[in-house]
T-cell receptor, first 114, second 114 residues
Framework: NAGVTQTPKFQVLKTGQSMTLQCAQD?????MYWYRQDPGMGLRLIYY???????DKGEVPNGYNVSRLNKREFSLRLESAAPSQTSVYFC?????????????FGPGTRLTVL | AQSVAQPEDQVNVAEGNPLTVKCTYS??????LFWYVQYPNRGLQFLLK??????LVKGSYGFEAEFNKSQTSFHLKKPSALVSDSALYFC????????????FGAGTQVVVTP
């Protein structure tokens, strides 16, 4: 049982390049989330998916797109990377039911945009 | 709108002494409150949560937190700190009308010295 896995662990992009961050969970969770973590700002929600087939914007969605590929997988795409998107990205999941179920986090992807 | 404040960027404590990490919140309606811990280069790990009921919540690794509605606080405590408790701690709040969208505090770095 691997929990939440993310690939890649590290990535360096040039401004304007695109990339997709992959996330998968094996806990049969319905809900999945993408966050970014910046120093002194905690974690901020980019997008979330309450259930398979649905996605919604979070606090900081600009410059990102997501795809809920199936129940297990939730990807985050940067179409044209900008230096302001340099951050650590975390994927999380939570089980179906009340919204206050705790979220389980992946190990993160450290992205640098030059 | 919901918000979380962690007033201390860093807390220093000697091993064996009590540890307290402060958190205050603002949310409409009843809050759901969480504490997470992040070790270096790792994802966040769930420690404990308050949903309803007893104001004193016990969680993982000997941590507990006290919900105080009048002071809108949810401070994390541990009676006797260990060096291995050195990590970054995040408080998070969820309002009853904010499906799954956790609002995180900026985090408090805990340093436990031998």
């Amino acid at each position: 049982n691997a929990g939440v896995t993310q690939t890649p662990k590290f990535q360096v992009l040039k401004t304007g390049q695109s990339m997709t961050l992959q996330c998968a969970q094996d806990m049969n969770h319905n809900s999945m989330y993408w966050y970014r973590q910046d120093p002194g700002m905690g974690l901020r929600l980019i997008y979330y998916s309450a259930s398979e087939g649905t996605t919604d914007k979070g606090e900081v969605p600009n410059g990102y797109n997501v795809s809920r590929l199936n129940k297990r997988e939730f990807s985050l795409r940067l179409e044209s990377a900008a230096p302001s998107q340099t951050s650590v990205y975390f994927c999380a999941s939570s089980r179906q039911g009340p919204t206050y179920n705790e979220q389980f986090f992946g190990p993160g992807t450290r992205l640098t945009v030059l | 709108a919901q918000s979380v404040a962690q007033p201390e960027d860093q807390v220093n404590v000697a091993e064996g002494n009590p540890l307290t990490v402060k958190c205050t919140y603002s949310v409409s309606g009843n809050p759901y409150l969480f504490w997470y811990v992040q070790y270096p280069n790792r994802g966040l790990q769930f420690l404990l949560k308050y949903i309803t009921g007893d104001n004193l919540v016990k969680g993982s690794y000997g941590f507990e937190a006290e919900f105080n509605k009048s002071q809108t606080s949810f401070h994390l405590k541990k009676p006797s700190a260990l060096v291995s408790d050195s990590a970054l701690y995040f408080c998070a709040v969820l309002g009853t009308d904010s499906w799954g969208k956790l609002q995180f505090g900026a985090g408090t770095q805990v340093v436990v010295t031998p």
